[in-house]
């Protein structure tokens, strides 16, 4: 049921093989190829797997060199995994690809844990990858971490974060949120009934931006931390931090 095969040096020529692996196991329920070169070629080759794979849960794609020129690949292998509930296709360089991979997503109505982190894509694709999520209504951790949204893009997650009503850990940390997505987000939030932990580090924010983080925890009631630091707030009173219901990491 489980099969490991982190750091195996897997490359292209190996997808194949991985296809008939999935074929003839048929319980298989946890698939770990993280690590391995299998680029967009080895993941076509995964992707001709010539049944529905129902039983397998747990997909780690982390780091395999998929690039954008293997999304059109990774969307029809997941076509092939819709019983997913936990997916890690981070740090593969995806870019545009996304586009192409959010196309799919909205099928794996099972999703609990969803990691795209690493994947540089801007803020182009997120609407479309909104609309899919907002159809995956199980999903409760996602990760955004490190995707290049910017000011654009954090509004637009704002836009569709409320229709994913069980998100409780979102990671929005490395996108160069300003305060104008900040302001957008904290305004979202009063539509996310199960939100428990919001990661924003690593942004641009500035010392006034302390407000609206404070907001977030009077319009989201079920939020208990916030983490916001290395982003350029600086020291404030400590009163400002311990005057919210949970905990703001500055």
């Not at 909104?130 to 290049?148: D, F, M, P, R």
């Not at 907001?215 to 020291?235: E, H, N, P, Q, Y």
């Amino acid at each position: 049921e489980h099969l490991k095969l982190s750091r195996a040096g897997i490359r292209a020529q190996g997808g194949a093989a991985l296809s008939r692996v999935l074929e003839e196991c048929k319980a298989l329920a946890h698939l770990d190829l993280s690590c391995n070169p299998l680029g967009a070629g080895g993941v076509a080759g995964l992707a001709g797997v010539n049944r529905v794979c129902h039983a397998l849960a747990h997909l780690n794609l982390h780091e395999i060199d998929i690039h954008s020129d293997g999304a059109g690949a990774l969307a029809r292998l997941l076509r092939r995994t819709k019983a997913v509930t936990h997916l890690d296709v981070s740090a593969n360089d995806l870019r545009g690809g996304v586009e192409q991979v959010a196309g799919v997503l909205g099928s794996c109505r099972q999703l609990v844990h969803l990691r795209l982190n690493s994947n540089f894509f801007g803020p182009e694709p997120v609407h479309r990858l909104g609309s899919a999520l907002a159809k995956c209504q199980a999903l409760t951790h996602l990760n955004l971490v490190g995707s290049e949204l910017g000011e654009d893009g954090a509004e637009r997650v704002a836009e569709w974060l409320p229709r994913c009503k069980a998100l409780t850990h979102v990671a929005l940390c490395g996108n160069h949120i300003g305060p104008r997505g900040l302001e957008s987000l904290a305004s979202a939030l009063g539509g996310c009934p199960a939100l428990h932990k919001l990661q924003l580090s690593e942004n641009r924010f500035e010392r006034e931006s302390v407000r609206e983080l404070r907001r977030m925890f009077r319009r989201c009631k079920t939020l208990s931390v916030v983490d916001a630091s290395k982003s350029g707030i600086g020291a404030v009173p400590r009163e400002a931090r311990e005057s919210v219901p949970g905990r703001l990491k500055l």
